[in-house]
């Protein structure tokens, strides 16, 4: 059976030639970067080298001005950003700003923060999945000590408009952190230029290893490490680093710095394509997400009287894999946050596909996948009572 | 120039065999565990695989006993283990003892949570580095929320008699923590038959990759994550897994469980060869940590009048690698807290030299190092004014 990968946005195989530059780092150059011997020169180097490359993709020319962390996960690098500012006390205040469709590791650590006494505003977004920069304005305070607002959304592709968003923090002089992980090797990004105080990156989304992410951190940020011990990564994240994953993430960051255009305009056409086909042959469809301020690779569809869990299974079966939405909480079959953020009435947010495009989608299976999609949503609309109901009523709306 | 590795604390090469293991996931089964598609189900399973396998390591033969979360690195384990269940706030009392020769993932989040209001006591520890379980008995008392106290010093070597230490906890219904690192893989470990409720471990201490730690979680212990976000590791630990490297690591548990005898009869040969040749050739040698109750792997020498940092350098130069203490704060130099708490003179814990042994670690070195190292002592000795003092001394008593 033929399979085709459309849900990229879970995961991306690493590149081969990010395989090649991590391997030597295993067995040949395996020593501890902080070792004062020749054994951690080469790992040492490594690192710094991979540093450069990940801030290069971000807009950092400048070596003095590079200040990358590295952690094992955006996940991780979200904790970071938030709970590092929070527990550096170097604020105060206790109004932290965010958005209603953002990662669960903004939105559940922020719960946690709720939890210990700290004031939680989470802006609405309108049914594009934008944020609006006056409710912004309006909701900071001089009680307000971070505002975390994402690059985009990895479900439904939504740019924000960032640089407008900092801008309003910045003019108050309020830290801004924004998580990038679905946003970059994708569209271009320039730390300097947004504005912003720390960016949250991962490198398994620009076909990277797993196990390596980074924080980006504005010189004059303060913040408490997660993990503390040994002095590593600027005294902000103790313990050995994961040296291949991180040249991985490195090269992949190079890689994907170089080819950015390309790459985007090439998951851009396939996704247009597939949209096109999609929307063509199958009734009932729904677009979810802005229709052009959108993430290059994301397609986020609702299929009317249909269960997204249930045409996830079933195209499983057809050798077609795709999600309901973030592959962090997939498990936990609840209805996506953000199609709910969007106003989605909940038949539609349950049946959301996020069809993400990768580097090895091919046009050529465009009518293949259209079929199926539609083979599968037409039988599984056929066991919906709520179908049945409509076409009564539309029936008897022509026969009036 | 021949180079001899004697720094394998610092880190170890990934065997060749949890390479190949590892190879598949990131190009091949690189799906994400989470998804709910087939893509994500090899690196599910493989992931199940590798945690039965580290399970097996310490002891663990029931799955259902299982309770591996698995971290980036032992660092990690240890802020989880500590952070997460005084953050759980499930226990009342404010007193935490650990030991004065901790790692600093240990000491130094707990120096943090002293500023925050936390009792902290760190028991002393005898010349040998041994902690006395009688000391420990004392420095309970009903306000103690937690005891974490390591396996083994990855510096001297030390095996603690945790076994003892746990049931003097485990009577007055209070946590034990230990960190394994060092140990695991090295000496034969049975959580259960240890008694602890948390045990950390890591990868790169036994021949797996870089990026792989776990903490082990008796049941009935409740932590709060240090990663929060999505529900992987049970919900303690949010982030994609590092499918690869947990792979690998479970892969390297598995090779150190079958043949640990083995390995550590091997290593323990070279060790005791090496330090016999080293005492017999070199004079004002001394030993630190216990004669006997000491990792197989581990030899920790002082070298009077002279400084382990230029030793060290001088050795590198030689193409012999050896570290002046752990790897984590080599570049901080800073003398050895774990040689100050046992007693040594700051004389002789400035010249501290960990020479660690490897599964490469060959007999034929040991008239070269021995020569080497004797040479470059000797030097080093001569211009030492602290030396002709004591030779001018000798000189006088000898005289009288």
Known sequence: MKEINLDYAAATPVDEKVLEAMLPFFTEHYGNPSSGHNLGEKPRQALEEARAEVGRLIGIEEPGKNKIIFTASASEANNLAIKGIVTAGKRRGNRIITSAIEHFSILNQLRSLEKEGYEIVKLPVDESGLVSPGQLKEALNDQTILVSIQVANTEIGTIQPIKELVAIATEQEIPFHSDATAAAGWIPLN??????????????????????GALFVKRGIRLRPLIEGGIQEQGLRAGTENVPAIVGFGEAARLAYTHLQKRSEQVASFRDKLKESLFKEIPHLHLNGHPEKRLPWNLNISVEFVEGEALLMRLNMEGIYVSSGSSCTSQALK????????????????????????????????????EKMSEVASLLRKMSPLYHQYLKEAQNNANV
């Open 335 to 370: 209805s996506s946050h953000v199609l709910d953020a969007i106003g989605s009435p909940p038949e539609l947010a349950q049946g959301s596909l996020l069809l993400a495009a990768g580097l090895k989608s091919r046009e050529e299976d465009i009518p293949g996948i259209t």
């Open 191 to 212: 730390v300097e230029a947004l504005g912003v105080d720390m960016l949250t990156l991962a490198g398994d989304q620009l076909y990277g290893p797993k196990g390596a």
